[in-house]
């Protein structure tokens, strides 16, 4: 497997600095990973996102919200979520060394769950992007990756579930759907994106089928690197 030239660079820094994100010192090498986090709790407020012990600098991490890739020791760690300075939700995850992770808070607030991805970033093809596509959709079913003119790009995902990497055409403008799987109906679509080379994307469904305005149902792009 190839890894992204930024995981190498991370992991090089890391090991010869000795240190974790907000720089803490430690006097042996440990294992390593890289860590994002993506809010889809429909209707959470602004949170403080804590990897035990430390807090992880960023502001308004709200619904909808991302955190690019931190490092992160490998092993069994503790996240925890605070509004303010009231813990609202905590669980522990499993990281591996020298992988890369997407967590998810997941489910409608305060009825929240952590979903952990491994994200296989490989470098693609020269020419081609790669994506994949995650439905956080909570009451949508099983819903289809397609475009506007009726191409499923990527099948019956249910609740909870991501795809693996696909590869398409990279610099290249796309107008995604999303449908309810074996459908011919678009159920949601965004404004045409254009996807980098030598990129790779996740494309995730977000939001509630039942709801309008900003808790809809709805798709949205993250770049992983």
Known sequence: MKYTKKFIQTVSILIAAFAFQSCKKDKENKPVSALSFVNASVGAPT????LEPNKIDFDHFSYGRYIDYLNAFS????????????????GNIDLKNGKFYSL??????????????????????????NIRFVNMS???????????????????????AS?????????????????????????????AATLEAGRSYTI??????????QNALGLTIIKNK
């Not at 949170?47 to 804590?50: G, I, K, S």
């Not at 909570?138 to 909870?160: C, F, H, M, P, R």
């Not at 693996?164 to 678009?186: E, M, Q, W």
């Open 75 to 90: 092993g069994q760690r503790t996240v925890s979520f605070f509004e303010g300075t009231v813990k609202k939700k905590t």
């Open 104 to 129: 998810f808070l997941a489910g409608t607030w305060p009825e929240t769950e952590l979903v952990l991805i491994k994200d296989s970033l490989t470098i693609p093809a020269t020419g081609k992007t």
């Open 47 to 50: 949170l403080n996102v804590y």
């Open 138 to 160: 909570s009451d949508a079913g099983e819903l289809d990756l397609g475009l506007t003119n009726g191409t499923t790009l990527i099948s019956q995902k249910a609740y909870k």
């Open 163 to 191: 795809s693996n990497y696909i590869s398409i055409n990279g610099n290249s403008t796309y107008n995604f759907v999303i449908r309810k799987h074996a459908s011919p109906l678009d159920t949601v679509s965004i404004t």
């Open 204 to 213: 995730w469904a977000k939001g509630l089928k039942a709801e309008v305005g």
